[in-house]
């Protein structure tokens, strides 16, 4: 019997996510070939923890089954992309859109619609073909994968407000919110010029 949140496709998902970081990889490499500049930083990927998947899953109210932690949720494998410059992260968007063995299910952009409390952020759904069998029985199957790309700027940020955002306890949280949010504006406009910087740059060459 197993156990596992997400059943017989718990051993697929690495596979599924390594080679789509591969892809993202070879892009890069691409792009340096051919500009001579890589086109992120840096990039992260994981296989959501089961006990995570299981826990979002009773908290959107719904069954504990593989059927749910793979068609439902969505994020079940997710890569996080860093990135220099604002261009960049539309760059690899379009990259992605092309590739013909997916398709993208939903996407929101943080960056131009920022949320209310400054946070910016590109965040994909690619549903993408995969030669192993799916939680219907599908093969070739289709599996979901999660995309969030930030610049530098964006990353840091975020990682302090989500250290802000899971602390029990903190003194003065209504001065910090709105500090954090000057912040996240005033990172914004830093990523706009540092981006105008870069083309005018880049134009020169």
Not at 27 to 51: C, F, W
Not at 90 to 110: A, G, M
Request: contains cysteine; charged residues 30%.
């Amino acid at each position: 019997m197993n156990d596992s949140i997400y059943g017989n496709q718990k051993e697929i998902l690495p596979k599924v996510m390594d080679q789509m970081v591969a892809r993202i990889e070879e892009y890069n490499r691409q792009k340096i070939e051919e500009t001579g500049h890589p086109v992120y930083e840096h990039l992260s990927s994981r296989i959501k923890a089961e006990d995570s998947m299981r826990e979002k899953c009773r908290r959107k109210g719904v069954e504990e089954t593989a059927e749910e932690a793979l068609r439902g949720m969505k994020d079940a494998i997710g890569i996080r992309i860093i990135t220099g410059f604002i261009d960049d992260i539309y760059d690899i968007c379009d990259f992605f859109r092309q590739l013909p063995d997916c398709r993208v299910f939903k996407e929101k952009d943080y960056i131009y619609n920022a949320k209310p409390n400054g946070y910016r952020s590109y965040h994909m759904i690619l549903e993408t073909s995969q030669p192993y069998q799916d939680i219907t029985g599908h093969n070739p199957g289709s599996y979901y994968v999660e995309i969030q790309l930030r610049t530098i700027a964006m990353d840091c940020w975020a990682s302090l407000e989500h250290e802000m955002k899971y602390k029990r306890s903190i003194s003065n949280q209504k001065m910090l919110v709105g500090e954090l949010k000057r912040c996240a504006d005033e990172l914004a406009s830093c990523d706009l010029t540092m981006q105008t910087i870069r083309d005018l740059i880049r134009s020169d060459e």
